[in-house]
């Protein structure tokens, strides 16, 4: 694997600012920073963080991209190893997290244009089924709930691909829309188009109950 340096932190700054508390996504940063050189530098095992670090929400991200559980679980794990392999290639120019983020959104989008068979979430299937309330709940609340969360992963997978990506990147994985332009590739205002686009399909679907807080 190519070798090339890699800052393990952010260039220093002012020493009150350097003082300050860093929070958690610039601490997993720096981690994920130091595990890329440690790799480029010959430990192979120092990639192993950034797989737990970034593992689950990769599936959840991948499952719901492409409407599969196990095809999500399967995405994630080839993004991951595409990322490990790649490292020689990765410009310090952004953070990790997002780099890998774009593999695997790529990684769906070639799962997609391949016209592979999409199955029915293993994660809505289990929305759907009865569960022991918790306790002290009130189990017609609990029920509800699920039943709402169900409806609504429904209907996020019936939206069209790009409609989707753009949606689950801004509304699940919280992303601000430049962030989402370093993943997907494509300029704000169309992500939010899509965005919106997404938004009144659903309510068509689901009711007037999302929230437009225009982020």
Not at 41 to 44: E, I, L, S, T, V
Not at 68 to 81: D, H, M, P
Not at 185 to 197: E, S
Not at 208 to 215: A, H, K, P
């Given at each position: 694997?190519?070798?090339r ?6 260039p ?28 480029l530098?010959?430990?192979?095992e ?17 499952a719901?991209?492409?409407g ?14 595409r ?39 293993e ?9 022991r309330?918790?306790?002290g ?27 989707r990506?753009a ?17 997907t ?13 997404a938004?009144?399909?659903l309510r068509?679907s689901?009711g ?8």
């Open positions: 694997m190519p070798r340096h890699l800052s393990a932190v952010p220093p700054g002012l020493a009150a600012a350097e003082a300050a508390p860093r929070t958690r996504e610039e601490l997993d940063e720096a981690a994920d920073r130091e595990a890329v050189r440690r790799v530098d010959g430990d192979a120092a990639f192993a963080p950034v797989v737990r670090r970034h593992g689950a929400r990769l599936v959840s991200l991948c719901r991209l492409t599969s559980q196990a095809v999500g679980e399967e995405l994630a794990q080839e993004s991951l190893a990322a490990y392999a790649g490292l020689g290639h990765f410009r310090d120019d952004g953070p990790v997290r997002l780099w890998i983020l774009r593999i695997a959104v790529n990684a769906c989008r070639d799962w997609l244009k391949a016209g592979a068979r999409r199955e029915r979430p994660a809505q299937a289990e929305v759907d089924e009865p569960t309330a918790a306790p709940a009130d189990p017609q609340r609990e029920v509800a709930g699920r039943l709402a969360l169900s409806a609504l992963s429904r209907a996020v997978a019936a939206l069209p691909p790009a409609y990506e949606f689950t990147l801004f509304h699940v994985e919280g992303l601000p829309y430049q962030e989402i332009r370093a993943v590739g494509v300029r704000v205002n169309a992500l939010k188009v899509r965005v919106h686009r938004r009144e399909q068509r689901l007037d109950w999302l929230d437009e807080d225009g982020r």
